[in-house]
């Protein structure tokens, strides 16, 4: 008696977290869309989500957010280009060909890598990257490209992690069923494990866009914050999370609204990319 108590109450606990999470879940989308969305009613969908012109201060001023879209699309793409690749071949050789003797140490540098603060790898970009970037590919080093090269440093922890989690999860039988049929080892792991780990794979290498689209401080100590539409990697952008911190802290009216429907079109994207994350997932499963 006193054991099936003793479930329930925590039965009863883990249903209050649970629905305490989903409700922080709601609140911030309520937020978010009720003072987000009445600026862009305001200033008008096209207007806002198509203009090409940011100036808030103006005598009449303008709320066009379509160089931040593009210019948070081509960072996040550039950290994918340098990052994903990276990632998932250190998690391969981590999980199937790392040396035992090499394996806790590269393991601690990994996990070292995800814990550095934002403003530390934005130091980073500044003394090591800004110089690279402007002596190696010209410009002033304030750009598309470094910030790219930052952001992709930044998601290989979370790639490396979940996917090296992926590949070790993955039977045994796998590889040693390919093996049997007259496999190498680098055969069975790259056409065998590594397909195997599909989804584990996949779900990192969504969690680390998401780091990349979201990440602010960093992006702004090395991406050039200029407000106009790409013009070329070696160009300064601005994102969206780079204009609301920038601008937050003095804005008023429909500045601050037009600020706020900014995160909401990022919290929009961040969905997006879940639901097409879920759908490619759902899609693996009625494959197999």
């Avoid at 950290?79 to 690749?85: L, R």
């Avoid at 998601?155 to 093996?179: C, F, H, K, M, Q």
Wanted: glycine share 10%; net charge positive; aromatic share 10%.
């Amino acid at each position: 008696m006193k054991t099936k108590t003793v479930e329930r109450f925590m039965e009863a606990v883990f249903f209050i977290t649970a629905c305490a999470s989903i409700l922080a879940v709601l609140l911030i989308c309520f937020f978010i869309f009720v003072n987000g969305l009445p600026a862009i009613a305001k200033i008008g969908v096209f207007n806002f989500l198509g203009g090409t012109k940011w100036a808030p201060l103006n005598t009449v001023p303008s709320f066009g957010i379509l160089p931040m879209i593009v210019g948070s699309l081509f960072v996040t793409a550039g950290a994918i280009v340098i990052g994903v690749p990276i990632g998932l071949l250190t998690a391969i050789f981590m999980a199937q060909f790392c040396p035992k003797k090499m394996y806790h140490p590269l393991k601690t540098i990994i996990d070292l890598l995800a814990g550095i603060p934002s403003i530390v790898y934005g130091f980073f970009g500044i003394a090591v990257l800004v110089p690279f970037v402007r002596d190696t590919f010209g410009g002033n080093g304030n750009s598309i490209l470094t910030a790219s090269l930052l952001l992709g440093i930044m998601i290989l922890p979370t790639i490396i992690g979940i996917s090296e989690a992926a590949l070790r999860a993955v039977p045994s039988s796998y590889y040693e069923g390919a093996l049997a049929l007259g496999a190498t080892h680098e055969r069975a792991v790259f056409f065998t494990v590594f397909p195997a780990a599909g989804s584990g794979v996949l779900a990192s290498v969504v969690l680390g866009i998401g780091r990349a689209v979201g990440e602010t401080m960093a992006v702004i100590m090395v991406a050039g914050n200029q407000a106009r539409m790409p013009v070329g990697i070696l160009k300064g952008v601005r994102t969206l999370t780079a204009n609301i911190i920038l601008e937050m802290g003095y804005a008023a009216d429909l500045h601050r609204e037009a600020l706020i429907a900014c995160g909401a079109v990022l919290f929009v994207f961040v969905l997006l990319l879940n639901f097409c994350f879920s759908a490619i997932t759902e899609y693996r499963r009625r494959r197999e």
